[in-house]
């Protein structure tokens, strides 16, 4: 029997999943979420027996006003633990989102030893790469587990990523993430992206990883694209809450994945009491609505959607269109 006859249900215990809700998700509202749904959040990941959970970013106090912004743009200690006091007992590992050019982060990382999180995940274009590496060396020195995710893959030259890669070969990175920021791919280009990424750092012991976003509605397959493939390190956001878009949903994943080691009920019990009335009740708004369908399909910056959306024109589509292919 062939290996590939059903690879969807082989059991990789390497397999880890980590929830974004609260770093994604806080792209919508400027991250200011109450104290009661981060810890809704928290709670909930554990009982549920998610691995990791992203409770935002650890952007610069100096780039961000921090009256603009919630505290989950900033990621102090002082914040995260009024949240989860010294995350005792170690249940899940916790992480924050370091974007390059955009952190402070000789002197807003304190060492592991003196923090909550876990490990540190910076965030980068291409073009921003060596401060990315000294950012991803500056973390592992100081204790953390590190990943890098290269965004907007869907804009990059091959030359450009296999060179990407080259020099991320040689870095204390832990995981080296596919990110469809976009939502632009599809299930060819996720499984040519994973198969590049896999073969460039054979030999190194780092993991791949897949964040998706929604645009045309194949964050989850794609996900499970990447997971099929050889990705062991897959993002998901509650109800796929998510700047845009939205990312894939963790409830798919978690019933895909069919380890007995997660459990769907407290995600479920999330989606009713928070999640969904943030959506219905608190004037949050993300999925897959047209104007985030055609930014998607012309693999172009969801910024413009999000314009479009917050405008009195919102449900002129033909016009919105007309002035993406403009912009070609």
């Given amino acids: 029997m062939s290996e590939e006859t059903a690879p969807w249900i082989t059991f990789r215990p390497e397999i880890k999943v980590l929830d974004c809700t609260v770093r994604d998700g806080g792209l919508i509202n400027n991250h200011k979420f109450e104290d009661n749904f981060v810890k809704a959040v928290y709670d909930t990941c554990i009982e549920a027996g998610i691995d990791y959970m992203e409770l935002g970013y650890k952007n610069s106090g100096r780039l961000f006003n921090k009256d603009e912004h919630g505290d989950w743009k900033f990621c102090t200690e002082d914040d995260m633990r009024r949240i989860v006091d010294d995350n005792e007992g170690g249940k899940i590992k916790l992480t924050a989102m370091a974007d390059a050019e955009k952190c402070d982060y000789k002197t807003d990382i304190l060492p592991k030893s003196e923090s909550v ?44 990523i296999d060179q990407a890669l080259e020099v991320l070969r040689e870095t204390p990175a832990d995981v080296v993430v596919v990110v469809d920021s976009y939502g632009a791919l599809n299930y060819e280009q996720i499984r040519n992206l994973v198969n590049k990424y896999k073969k460039a750092l ?33 993002d998901a956001t509650m109800m796929g809450m998510g700047r845009g878009a939205g990312n894939c949903c963790m409830e798919l994943l978690l019933g895909f994945l069919r380890n007995p080691k997660f459990q769907l009920r407290p995600v479920y019990k999330l989606l009713e009491e928070f999640v969904y009335p943030l959506q219905k009740e608190g004037g949050l708004e993300w999925g897959a609505l047209v104007p985030y369908n055609i930014t998607g399909y012309l693999n172009q910056h969801p910024r413009a959607a999000m314009r479009v959306l917050d405008a009195p024109e919102r449900d002129e589509f033909v016009k919105f269109y007309d002035n993406c292919v403009a912009d070609i």
């Avoid at 921003?128 to 990943?147: F, P, R, S, W």
């Avoid at 897949?210 to 897959?234: D, S």
């Fill in 117 to 160: 999180l876990d490990c540190i995940r910076v965030a980068t274009y291409v073009h921003q790469l060596n401060v990315a590496v000294d950012m991803i060396k500056d973390a592992h020195d100081k204790g953390y587990e590190t990943t890098c995710n290269i965004m907007a893959i869907s804009t990059v030259g091959e030359k450009e």
């Fill in 202 to 234: 054979e030999g190194t012991g780092k993991e791949i990883g897949i964040h998706t976003h929604n645009n045309q509605q194949l964050a989850f397959a794609n996900t499970i694209e990447a997971l099929i493939t050889g990705a062991n390190r897959l």
